[in-house]
């Protein structure tokens, strides 16, 4: 069966797999009654939360949360390539443990990946990592350099 990828403009692309469902489920489970075969309409994640398409089971009981994000919407770290200063890895995991997507994505960063680079003079000034790493939230880009460019 095919693999159906929705195209998540805010998280990046976002699979259901047809194979890992039919391990313990008919395809009666699931079509007509919580989707057609054919594209259905789009549904948001305030309707899954009320029980729409993936909603319909992923509540927590029949199977995992909505709340586990990335189980669904994959991320990959972020490795800056820096001449002169050591290179960055930004880990997403480690920053799940204490964030939701929306505390870094609706204002610092878009999802579809770098754009323009920020200096650390702006960092200081409170933009991209220096928006928590400001010494009140998390440790300073005023220093610490070794703790996030490697050498
Ligand atoms: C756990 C739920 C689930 C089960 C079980 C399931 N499907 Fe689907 N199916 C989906 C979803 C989700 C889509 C995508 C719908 C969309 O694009 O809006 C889909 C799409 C399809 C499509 C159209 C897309 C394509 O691949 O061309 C076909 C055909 C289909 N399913 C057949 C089946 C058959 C046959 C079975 C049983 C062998 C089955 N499905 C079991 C959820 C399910
Ligand atoms: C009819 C119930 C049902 C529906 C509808 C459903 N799921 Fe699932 N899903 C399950 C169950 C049950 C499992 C396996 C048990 C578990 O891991 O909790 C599962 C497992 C998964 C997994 C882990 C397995 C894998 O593929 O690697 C993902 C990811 C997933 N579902 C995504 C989705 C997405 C995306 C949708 C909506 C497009 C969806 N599911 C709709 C019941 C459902
Ligand atoms: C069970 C799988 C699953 C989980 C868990 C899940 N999503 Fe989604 N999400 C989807 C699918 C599938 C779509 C696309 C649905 C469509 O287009 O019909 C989507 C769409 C979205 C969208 C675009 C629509 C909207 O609501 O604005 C955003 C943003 C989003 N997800 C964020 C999240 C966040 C944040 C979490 C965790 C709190 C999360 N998702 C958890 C499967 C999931
Ligand atoms: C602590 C901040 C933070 C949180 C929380 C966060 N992100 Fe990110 N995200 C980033 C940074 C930083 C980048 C890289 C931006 C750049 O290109 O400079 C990024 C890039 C991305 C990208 C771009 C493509 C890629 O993989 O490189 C996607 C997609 C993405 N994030 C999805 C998510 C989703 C989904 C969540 C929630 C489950 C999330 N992010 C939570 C900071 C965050
Ligand atoms: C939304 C707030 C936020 C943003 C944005 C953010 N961080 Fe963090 N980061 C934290 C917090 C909180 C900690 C843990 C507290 C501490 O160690 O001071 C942390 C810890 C870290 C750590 C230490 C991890 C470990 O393994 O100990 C590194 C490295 C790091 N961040 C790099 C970055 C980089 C690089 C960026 C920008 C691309 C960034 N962070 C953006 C909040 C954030
Ligand atoms: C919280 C993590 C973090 C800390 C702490 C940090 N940096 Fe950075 N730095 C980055 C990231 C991420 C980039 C790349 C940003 C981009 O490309 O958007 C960067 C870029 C740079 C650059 C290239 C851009 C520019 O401003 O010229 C230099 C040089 C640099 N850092 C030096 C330093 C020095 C020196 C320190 C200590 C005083 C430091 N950094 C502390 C994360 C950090």
């Known amino acids: 069966m095919r693999q159906i990828t929705y ?36 549904v948001n994640m305030a309707e899954m939360e009320k029980g729409k398409s993936c909603g319909a089971c992923h509540d927590g009981k029949k199977s995992f949360a909505l709340s586990k994000c990335t189980r669904c919407h994959p991320v990959k770290d972020r490795s ?10 930004f880990s997403h995991a480690f920053h799940l443990e204490a964030y939701g997507c929306k505390d ?32 009140k939230t998390a440790f300073t880009v005023k220093e610490n350099c070794d703790r996030c460019h490697k050498v």
């Open 80 to 89: 800056y390539k820096i001449a002169g200063a050591g290179n960055v890895e």
């Open 7 to 42: 195209n998540v403009k805010e998280t990046g692309p976002t699979t259901f797999s047809h194979s890992a469902h039919l391990k313990t489920m008919q395809c009666s489970s699931c079509h007509n009654t919580i989707f057609k075969p054919g594209p259905n309409k789009r």
């Open 104 to 135: 870094c994505h609706a204002h610092l960063y878009s999802h579809r990946g770098h754009k323009k680079a920020v200096t650390m003079a702006e960092m200081e000034k409170g933009k991209s990592c220096g928006a928590c790493h400001d010494s």
